[in-house]
C-alpha cells in the first residue's frame, strides 16, 4: 500500500506536490522548547492564528509536556487547557487542528471541541482506547515510536538496531490502529526523535528514513528545537536553534518525510521549498 495522501474534511495534504508544516502550539507551563509562553488562553489563541498565517498546514495543541521528567497532567486539567483553544480556533482558522495527547478522553473532548487530527506519541499504547476514539471520529491518527515512558526515556537508551526496531513497532502499532478500525489511509508514522533515543539514534533515523517511508504511511518528523541539535550546535538553548532545525527539517523532507512538526513556521517553509526543489530535480 502507498499512500502520498491524506484527505478528510475539506482538507487534501498532497504529499507528492510538497511536504507539510505541522506548527507546535503548547499549552503548558513546563514544555522544554516554549513552556510557559502561551500557557494564557488569549496568548494561545493569538499564537495559533499566526501560525495559521505564516503558512502553517496543521496546528498541533497540546496540553501536557512530554519532556523528560516533566509533571503529569490530569486528564480534567489537561482538558481544561486545550478545549477553549481548540473551540477558538477551530472555526476561525482554515488549517486542521491536531491534538497531541495520549489519552482517549482528551482525545475524545478536543474531537468535540473541533480536533481533527490526533497525534499520539504512545502509539497506541498508553490508553489503547484512544484507536477507538480516532476510528470513530474517522480523522488522521499519528502514531509516534517511544522507547520506553517519558519520564524515564533518555535513561542510557539501547537498540541492537534502531531503524529496524522503530519500523517494526510502527508497522505493529498501525496494525493494532487498523484492528481497531482506523482506516489504513488515516495512518500517519513517526520515528519519535528524542524519544529514548541518544544523539547517534536520531541521527541515524533522519539519515535512513526511507526505512520507514517503505512501510507506506505518510511519515511525520518532529525534530524542532531538540536537544540533539543543541549538543551538535555546542550547548544552544532551544530558542537558539532555529536555523538548525530548519536544516534539521529540509534533511528529514529530502529523505522521505511528508509532514514536519516545528515552532517556526516561515523558517522551515523557506528550508522545505529548497529540499524540495532539489528532490524534484533528482527524481
Ligand atoms: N515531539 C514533542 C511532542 N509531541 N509529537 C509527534 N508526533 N512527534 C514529535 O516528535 C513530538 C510530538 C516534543 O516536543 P515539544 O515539547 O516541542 O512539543
Not at 503529569?72 to 482554515?94: C, G, H, S
Request: proline share 5%.
Amino acid at each position: 500500500m502507498t499512500t502520498r495522501c491524506l484527505a478528510w474534511d475539506r482538507w487534501t495534504f498532497d504529499f507528492d506536490q510538497r511536504p507539510h508544516i505541522m506548527a507546535v502550539l503548547n499549552i503548558t507551563p513546563d514544555s522544554f522548547s516554549d513552556g510557559g509562553e502561551h500557557f494564557d488562553e488569549n496568548e494561545a489563541v493569538a499564537h495559533g492564528f499566526s501560525l495559521a498565517l505564516a503558512g502553517a498546514d496543521v496546528l498541533d495543541i497540546g496540553g501536557e509536556s512530554t519532556r523528560p521528567g516533566a509533571q503529569e497532567v490530569n486528564e480534567a486539567e489537561e482538558i481544561r487547557r486545550v478545549a477553549p483553544v481548540i473551540r477558538a480556533l477551530a472555526d476561525r482558522v482554515r488549517i486542521p487542528i491536531s491534538i497531541d495527547t495520549y489519552k482517549a478522553s482528551v482525545a475524545k473532548a478536543a474531537i468535540d471541541a473541533g480536533a481533527r487530527i490526533i497525534n499520539d506519541i504512545s502509539a497506541g499504547r498508553f490508553d489503547p482506547d484512544i484507536l477507538g476514539v480516532a476510528a470513530e471520529a474517522d480523522v488522521p491518527l499519528i502514531l509516534m515510536h517511544m522507547k520506553g515512558q517519558p519520564r524515564t526515556m533518555q535513561q542510557n537508551p539501547e537498540y541492537a538496531d534502531v531503524v529496524a526496531e522503530v519500523r517494526d513497532f510502527l508497522a505493529e502499532a498501525a496494525a493494532r490502529a487498523e484492528a481497531a478500525g482506523v482506516r489504513p489511509e488515516k495512518i500517519v508514522l513517526d520515528p519519535g526523535i528524542g524519544f529514548g533515543k541518544t544523539f547517534d539514534h536520531n541521527l541515524i533515523l533522519i539519515n535512513r528514513l526511507r526505512a520507514l517511508t517503505a512501510l507506506g504511511y505518510p511519515i511525520l518528523v518532529g525534530a524542532s528545537r531538540k536537544a540533539f541539535l543543541g549538543h551538535i550546535l555546542g550547548g544552544t538553548p532551544p530558542k537558539g536553534r532555529e536555523t538548525a532545525s530548519a536544516a534539521a527539517a529540509a534533511l528529514a523532507a529530502y529523505n522521505g518525510a511528508d509532514i514536519l512538526r516545528v515552532h517556526d513556521v516561515r523558517r522551515t517553509w523557506e528550508a522545505l521549498a529548497v529540499a524540495h526543489a532539489v528532490k524534484r530535480e533528482h527524481a
